[in-house]
């Protein structure tokens, strides 16, 4: 009989992706001031970097990762995610992170294979 | 006689077959489609945008689900701003089967709020 994984691997761990999560944008923006031509490179390399980290897990998991920056202006901002899946292997994790010139928004969704 | 074969219970599918796949153009219709109906002619207040948030991220995973694709997972998240001309940048990459999964966005936006949704849908093996 093959063996069925465990369910410690099968689950979504919040808190490692936490981490990695804000690792990643402190490597991209940590003494960084808005700049609009290259804040679309900022939103991919945090992105492409969390992906990276995240698949090196190794876990039987599919990853969204969505990223969203936005100078600070005083403007109010808000998101909200709305998920069908299976609640016992499934996950998400939000950082909020921010600087002097801006708001820095991560959510990773982990969907297990 | 020929017996007759019982439902499968067990399907070892790695990928759905070509109509019962999840439609890109089809979902960003029903979020356009939500968007402009929840939005249309209101304004920023910090109190109850959050809930506007959370019903349109709601109402666009019923409506997803509605299309009855089996064996597929959604998530929708819904980003909602107050316009005063900062800027702003939301990206995304993912992980998965190019084959099986997709996803679809669309944004709205009036002279007092901007709002970007985006719908993924992931295939179960």
């Known amino acids: ?4 994984q465990t369910s410690e691997e099968a689950a979504f761990v919040a808190e490692d992706v936490n981490n990695i999560i804000k690792e990643s944008i402190d490597s991209v923006l940590l003494n960084a001031t808005y700049n609009h031509n290259k804040v679309g490179q900022w939103t991919s390399m945090v992105v492409e970097q969390s992906m990276k980290r995240l698949t090196a897990l190794n876990k039987p998991f599919k990853y969204v990762v969505t990223c969203v920056i936005m100078q600070k202006n005083g403007a109010g901002l808000h998101t909200a995610s709305s998920c069908f899946w299976d609640n016992a292997t499934d996950g998400s994790r939000t950082v909020r992170w921010e600087n002097k010139t801006m708001y820095c928004i991560a959510t990773v969704f982990g969907l297990a294979i | 006689m020929a017996a007759k074969e019982p439902a499968p219970q067990k399907d070892y599918l ?3 077959s070509f109509n019962a ?3 890109s153009g089809r979902a960003q219709e029903i979020i356009t489609e939500v968007l402009k109906t929840k939005l249309t002619g209101v304004t920023y ?8 948030t959370r019903e349109i991220a709601d109402d666009i995973k019923l409506k997803l689900k509605e299309l009855d694709v089996e064996r597929y997972k959604f998530v929708v998240q819904v980003v909602i701003g107050e316009q005063r001309g900062e800027g702003v940048r939301m990206g995304c990459r993912c992980f ?7 996803y679809a966005t669309a944004e709205f936006s009036n002279g007092s709020i901007f709002c970007v949704a985006a719908a993924f849908g992931v295939y179960l093996y």
């Open chain 1, 1 to 4: 009989m093959d063996d069925l």
């Open chain 2, 14 to 16: 790695i990928e759905p």
């Open chain 2, 21 to 23: 796949k999840f439609r």
């Open chain 2, 45 to 52: 207040h910090a109190d109850n945008t959050s809930t506007w």
């Open chain 2, 96 to 102: 998965w089967d190019p084959n099986t999964d997709s």
